[in-house]
């Protein structure tokens, strides 16, 4: 059905950093919405190099009707919409990434008919992004967290403090443990991310596969938390040797897979391509709202 409701709306998208995802989300959902967008990226524009954050906002604001950001730190997007006059969206930044939630929200309501009461682990480095936000996420939801993970890699004590006051009033859980086997028993969602995120250097991998190889979503950990449970990763996912990436790995470390198996991203339990598609779904909705 048309839902073009906001014909003459504009909407910029700045790209700091790359995507596919959620570019691409923002500009059909803009676009189904009747809206133009404007992508912008770091070298074809004057943000941050000549012209700062603070004056770029106000620049934006009197030309859209609202602004996506992907980056850096946090702070910049915060400081985007204090002097931004229009609605700001936060498309990732180093510490948290919250339309990404959405679309996992939406993917487990899809499966399991429900989000309170479910049990998610999460594997891998969860001082970043995805890690923060799902505890952030699941804790406003009503659903248990375990982050399975070294405890160098668990999300930092005030981030998981304001997380258990939320979670404590909606009657469920963020656990930590290193243990893949106790974490992961029973849960009905496991998730996991990439090893070393956007903007971490490269000498960082060897210490990542390292500590976070025993941490890897492989059949065993699927079937110690049962048949019920879906697989779900944000992407982009090393998972095969289809990658530049992945292919560099190899030939150094001899690493086929990283953080998921094929075998369990190809498996009937991973719904990582419909999480893909409700990135659009929820974006166009948090659009509809905000505008
Ligand atoms: N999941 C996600 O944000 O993907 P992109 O980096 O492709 O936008
Ligand atoms: N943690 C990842 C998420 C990508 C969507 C990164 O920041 O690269």
Redesign the pocket.
Known sequence: MPHDVFRGKNIALIFEK??????CAFEVAAHDLGMGSTYLNPTDSQIGKKESIRDTARVLSGMFDGIEYRGFGQAIVEELAQYAKVPVFNG?TNEF?PT?MLADLLTIREHFGKLQGLKLAYLGDARYNTGNSLCVACAKMGMDITIVAPEKYWPDAALRKTCEEIASQNGCRILCTEDVMAGTAGADIISTDVWVSMGEPDEIWEERIHDLTPYRVDRKVMDNAGAQAIFLH???SFHDLGTGIGRKINEKYGLTEMEVTDEVFESSQSLVFEEAEN?MHTIKAVLYAAL
């Open positions: 790359t995507s596919t995802r959620t570019r990732l990434h990404q944000c992407l982009p990135r």
